[in-house]
């Protein structure tokens, strides 16, 4: 450990080269902040496909389909699902997407009933309306519910009007919700959407139906009564918990993610050649310095942990750079990842604060190690010799 | 002005063997990733750009101009079509008119019908017209699949696309999906562009296979009109067709307008890859000024013994930007090797499909300018700052 | 010591022989990097030195609010930006010699027969001079250019020609005289006559016409209706438009209504809007559409209120398609 009244000696040494130091933190400033932003986009992924203990939700969509665009199931399955036991709600949802491929800037329309929203219990009770009403949703047949994530994105305000995959809506008010999913959609009316998408199967067909589960544990139970219940009909379902369809349907998606953890590493890398870099440059300059504090009676373990804690101090301030500027930008740019219809938020949290912080000191430690043990075991005559 | 001699800069560079090593090796790193940033969207660029004849138009459903996968037409289209639209180029008799219906499937390779792990790949339900609509694929072996016989033919990039080997998916190989086995009875090759990653199969046999009865689009080449005779076509007389039948609603758009809308979407995707090689350049500029400043720190005084002796400071700045040049633009020119060898062609796998990556004349250009830049960059402020200190302050320098 | 000299500046050379070749090699690649585009015939404003360069006054779509010749002729003036429609008369002398202008004349002020192609006169008498106009292509003194016009770019007699340029001579009565800026040069001329200055009387609304059922192929009908149904209710290059009936509400119609396309309609479903619309064309002899735009001709655009007189080519009880003869459009 370090006496606290040697903090100030180590802050001087920092600030005596300034211009190297300010480089060295702005340089790990920079790789933390491509760090944390993986991190922010795995942890996204990581909500989105990882399925929770309390988790309740199901997915029941037609067999061997992923593109909401394919698969068409029949509004009145509806009846026979919530009759299966286990089953709390089924809701029949119509999703329209502009395309079912992976980037960043996707719209997405849910089309649900009005009660299903709005009702008792509706999903809306879930939500938390940041503008607009649900009550001005259920007096237009072409309003919509956007997510806040898809209404920062594409600046959406209520009264608005806009228009994607040949559907024009009204914007009737800006949700806010813990699902992941609810926040990069339009939720519009079911039959209008049915009507509005035209050749998308009309009237009395959906996409998928969400089930939710009276028992987490009973999940892959009631999935397989629902799958049982159509597997000779026209229409087979496979049913799944939301979190593992996300996964498998957004697989393009985990799999890009996947490879950025890749990144991530190799911005370590570079943030512990950056700060080991300045250490070894720091101490080379004060070789014969150190010898002058081991005369003085500084003991070798002591100047070896001045140098870690410069590392760490370095690391530190690169780390809170680059981490405060990498959430900032996660948070107020709203992005999220988009494929078939579903999304993955990047999502800003202290959690990742926390760890691309502690991360950065960490390395920020290690970067110091070397140069500290070499600086320590260099004998004071050699020392005071050195040129 | 007097200019130091480029051998002053070599030299200097070899004083820290160890330093020199970190400075081309990082360099190098540095100009790779903008090497492939670059390829990456090259050429995905170049393969939605690619993809699409000169003169063939695409007919969808409204509404579904960005995906055709969400399109639906009626079968009786591309009848109507050819019948109402004069200009649409023959050859023997056959109108080169193609309907299509293109899906996004799981499809597993030298699996059971159902189980094993499976890709989403592009599935391309078509007549033998394609061949003459889509000229630039070209069966390069086996044969054309037969309807109602469960087989299939495979572009030279679906191996990526699903992550086997090409032996996986080569003629004669069973692909699952929709619960049964196909043959691969064929393997085509569309250089350069996404159909490459696309697999084909008979229309009636996809359409029974995805419960359908409608079709995706049509595509549909024409012949080049011309004002002299007044023969042949133009999309316009395609639009005003869709025009005179909204009943059908329809929208029509050139095919290499439609890929290039797609190439818009994936634009934010874009954008993000070169932000991360810039965002690692400019960390790696960080380190490299640093070095630099060290490196120059340590001759102050050398460097006030050459202006005692007559050499202006221009004269100096330029032999250390020789020298951290020299340094970086090795490290560019092996990234460059490493680049053009190893890495051009290299296929990824991606939400469209999948495409090569273009290390291309304008790739490898960026990337030796960047490598350029990083040494002006990286010398310049470090040599001004150790230049500032007057002549009598520098011999006194420690 | 020599031998190091040597060793040290053959090292140096080829050093700095490297560093040439990435440097050259740099620049070099780098002018393949895309170059802003310079664009042909794109709408004006190019450089003109020859004959050739004619091609980059052209402009693709045709100009919103040109005027006919006979209307600006007593009301332009000298130094003012006009766009006028007209057609090169039907002479010989329609085009300077080895000069670079060309007549302009306003078909509906012609009296007699119009010239044959095969026949032209001399000089076109059918149209008086205040229903003419002189067009030039001037250099930058307001010189006409050395060059002849005549079959360059689609310039010949009897062209659909559009005009927007600088007046450099009028008199309010017979003389107009344009140093053109850009030319649209239409592939078909819409035919004489097209357009009239009043309405046909007995026009029926489009969606009473649709909603009677009573409309079939070979009929000849009169229709009122504003252009719209759809985003884009123009063909771009044919002749051919949506028109709407009155019974639907355009969205700027609707109170709080915020679309910025109200034209198309989008509140209502594709089913209404199909029962209360008829697709508009304008054929040649083959039935083919004229290549040429109807969007900007007398203002034309969208939810602009036309009276349109023809013939019904398609009333398949889905879609119905009019060959027009002539059309009103209301100002």
Redesign the interface.
Known sequence: MLAPRLIPLILKQLTRHR??TA??V??VG??M??FVTVQALQEGVTRATEAAAGDTTLVVYRE????P??SRLPQYYVERIENIPGVASAVPVKI??????????VITYRGVRGDDIAGTGGWSSKWTLVAGSVAEWQKRS?SALVGETLAARRGFKV???F?S????VVVAGIIRSDQPQDQNVAYVHLDFLQ??????GGLGTVTQFTVRVNDPAKMEAVAAAIDEQFRAE??PTTTRPEKAFVAQAG??IV?IVRFTRW?GW??LG?VL??VA??IV?SV?DRIKEHAVLQTLGFRSGLIARMIVSEGMIIGLMGGALGTGAALGIVHFGHFSLS?EGLSVTVAASWGVLALGLAISASVGVVAGLVPAIRAGRREIAACLRAV | MRRLPFEYAVRNLGRSPARLVLSIGGSALVVLLILVAGGFVAGMSRALRATGGEHNVLILGAGSEESVERSEIEASTPGVLAASVPGIRTRAGVAYVSPEVHVMLPVGVGVTETGGNRRQVMMRGVTPTAALVHASVTLTEGRWPTAGSDEMMVGRMVSTVMGVSAGAVAVGEKISFDKRMWTVVGTFSAPGTVVEAEVWLPLTDLKAATKRETDSCVVFTLEPYDEATGEGAEFADIAAFTKTRPDLELVAMTEREYYGKLALFFGPIKLVAWVTAGLIAIGGLFGGLNTMYAAFASRIRELGTLQALGYRRAAIVWSMIQEATLATAAGGLLACAVGVLLLDGLAVRFSMGAFGLAIDERVVGIGLMSGLALGVIGALPPAVKCLSPTIPLALKAV | MKAMKMKNGGTALVLRSCVAAVCMLAAGTTMWLPRAATAQGTGGGAVVKSAEDVKGMLTPALPANAKEIAAVMTTAKVGEVITIRGNIVMATDAFGEKVATFTLGDESARTGERPALDKLPASDAGIAAAARATVQIADASGVAMGFGLSGQQGLKAGAEVFVTGKVVAANGASALVVNATSLHVARSAMPMGFFTEKPAASARDVSEARASGGLKAGDEVVLRGRIGGSKEPFVAGRAVFTLMGRGLKACNEISGDKCLKPWDYCCDTKEEILANSVTVQVVDEKGQPLRTDTKGRRGLKELSEVVVVGKVLVADGKAVVINAKSMHVAQ
Request: glycine share 10%; with cysteine; net charge negative.
């Open positions: 211009v190297r480089l060295t702005a340089g920079v790789a902040f491509l061997n389909r992923f593109c665009a394919t329209v997407v502009n395309n079912c491929r992976a980037s960043l800037d072409d009264g608005q009007s228009d995959s040949g559907v024009t009507q509005s998408a035209g050749k998308g026209a229409d697989a393009d799999e990144l190799g911005c570079a050649a950056l870099n300045a440059l080379q494929q």
